[in-house]
Each structure stands twice: as C-alpha cells, then as structure tokens.
C-alpha cells in the first residue's frame, strides 16, 4: 500500500514533523528502599512495581536465595514504568550488607534525574494527500523507534561495549509495533507507515504508555493542522475519518462507532461550539486528541 498512498499525493500534500525529547519519569517519590540484610536473610521495604524483579535484584546483590529474602512492597509516589527494576533496591541491600545494619538509601532529585531510564526520544514526520473535495486520501506515517535497553542492563548486557542481539524478522510486526501508528482508528483509503530504529545509548525505559505518547501525539497534532488548513472543526473533522464500525488490525480491534460517540459527548458536555470568553491580558484555547489505548 505503500506506494499506493505515494502515488495519491499531489503538490499540495501536506507535511509536518514532530520531535518528542527523551523524558524524565521524574516521580513526586524519588527512588529509595529500606533493607536489613543479614547473613541468611533479608527484609526489604520498597515502592515497586513490580515484587519479583525486586526480589531478584536483592537476591543478585546479596548472594541470598529468593526465599530467603522477604518483601513489604509500600505506597508507591508514582512509578510510571520507572519502579518495573529496582535497582534502588540492590543498592539498599548492598550498603546493608557490608554495614551488618538496616539502612533507608533515599536518592536526591538529582539522583533520580541522572541515573533514570528515560522515555525514547522520538520523531514523527506525516504527509497527508487530499483530494480536490479536501478529503485525506493518502496518509504516509514515518516514526522511529527504540530498544527499551533498561531490560538489557539489568540482564546484565553492557549496551555500550556488547553486541546488539540481532532481532527476528518479524520483531516488531509480533510485538505489534509501532503502537499508536499502523493502528490508527482513522479511515484513510491509503496509509503507509514506515519505522526506523534509532536506539540511542542513553538509557530508556517504558514511560507510562512507552510508545504511545510519541506517535499519538504526533497524529492528533497532524489532525488538528490538517483540519485547520482545510477550515474545519477539529472534531467534526475526526468525525469524518471514523466509520461507524469495528477495525480490527493484528491482534488489536477498534470499536469506531464507540469513539465517534464518545467524541460527540466530550463535544456537547463541554460547550465545545461556544466561544471561549476572552481574558484580560491572555489568551485561552482548547483541544481534543484520541488514543485507543
């Protein structure tokens, strides 16, 4: 389809690129962890998101068995995919360890920032094709994606001296990748979606919804430029690319009959066609972006 929805584009297709920096996970709750460790056993208080990972860290950190090590998972102030490792964790145990004495190791803010997992930075560059009605029927979607190479780190791979593992040929089409792109919940006659790998040696991690921020932000955005160029209402707009039925891409299905509804809602509860009232000094604005996550 790809070179269907090239050939769609005329000399006044529309483009726009976006870039999506690398983002702290920045927690209100920076990384920190009690631990008692003693000679045949440890007790450990951390905000987790996870109690096996955890427990395999102190286990690798101490030389302990697993069932040797007993885990009080607290109230976490936000984790955000950060806490998914804990290698806070390790720390603790560590330091209790060679301390023979229970420690609380609490990271500064500026520990946190520096020894993080960041959320890739991204770009999303969209070509839109219309016809001489202003109806999209071509859509080219180029995005990048990135190794999550805080699982090799702790698998203990050295990403900046190790070999790459080479990937299988079906990599990202299996983990559906890239998610937010190829499954758009827009009907466009024509769409291709291109992704390159540009895995970075700066450390990252899952943020959040990990691929969808990027991607998703970059579409909607394209939308709205899209809609104002051709003199539309933003939602009215959306309405327009979404037929009232279920698309089902690989393993993912997207009721579009529900969306549309649920767009129609968050347009008449708001007041959405009224204007906004002017402020003295400033200036006011609205928006509206989807994502089927």
């Known amino acids: 389809a790809g070179s269907i929805a090239e050939a769609e584009f005329t000399s006044g297709a529309i483009e726009a690129t976006y870039v999506y920096p690398f983002q702290a996970h920045a927690p209100m709750e920076t990384m920190n962890c009690t631990a008692d460790v003693r000679a045949d056993a440890a007790e450990i208080w951390a905000p987790t998101q996870t109690d096996v990972r955890t427990i395999e860290a102190v286990a690798k950190a101490t030389g302990l068995a697993a069932g040797a090590i007993r885990l009080h998972p607290v109230t976490m102030g936000g984790g955000f995919g950060r806490r998914l490792f804990a290698d806070y964790a390790a720390e603790a145990a560590q330091i209790s360890k060679a301390v023979a004495r229970p420690v609380q190791v609490l990271w500064t803010r500026e520990d946190d920032m520096r020894c993080g997992y960041f959320q890739p930075a ?3 560059r969209f070509t839109a094709g219309l016809d001489a009605a202003g109806a999209v029927v071509a859509l080219v979607h180029r995005t990048t994606a990135s190794d999550l190479t805080i699982y090799d780190i702790h698998g203990g791979r050295n990403i900046w001296t190790d070999p790459t593992p080479p ?4 990599h990202y089409e299996s983990d559906g990748s890239p998610w937010g ?4 919940p827009y009907e466009v006659p024509n769409l291709r ?6 895995t970075s040696p700066v450390p990252v991690g899952p943020w959040r919804a990990v691929q969808y921020p990027s991607t998703v932000f970059g579409r909607e955005s394209f939308l709205d430029e899209v809609a104002h160029l051709l003199g539309k209402d933003p939602i009215a707009f959306r309405l327009e690319l979404l037929p009232r039925n279920v698309r089902t891409v690989g393993r993912t299905s997207i009721d579009r009959a529900r969306l549309a509804r649920v767009l129609e809602a ?3 509860r708001c ?3 009224a204007p906004l009232a002017r402020v003295p000094g400033g200036r006011r ?4 972006g989807v994502d089927v996550d």
């Open 122 to 124: 991204t770009a999303e």
């Open 167 to 170: 990937k299988k040929p079906d």
């Open 181 to 184: 792109a190829f499954d758009t």
């Open 193 to 198: 979606v291109d992704c390159a790998d540009v």
């Open 266 to 268: 968050a347009r008449d």
């Open 271 to 273: 007041g959405w066609t």
């Open 285 to 288: 604005g609205r928006g509206v």
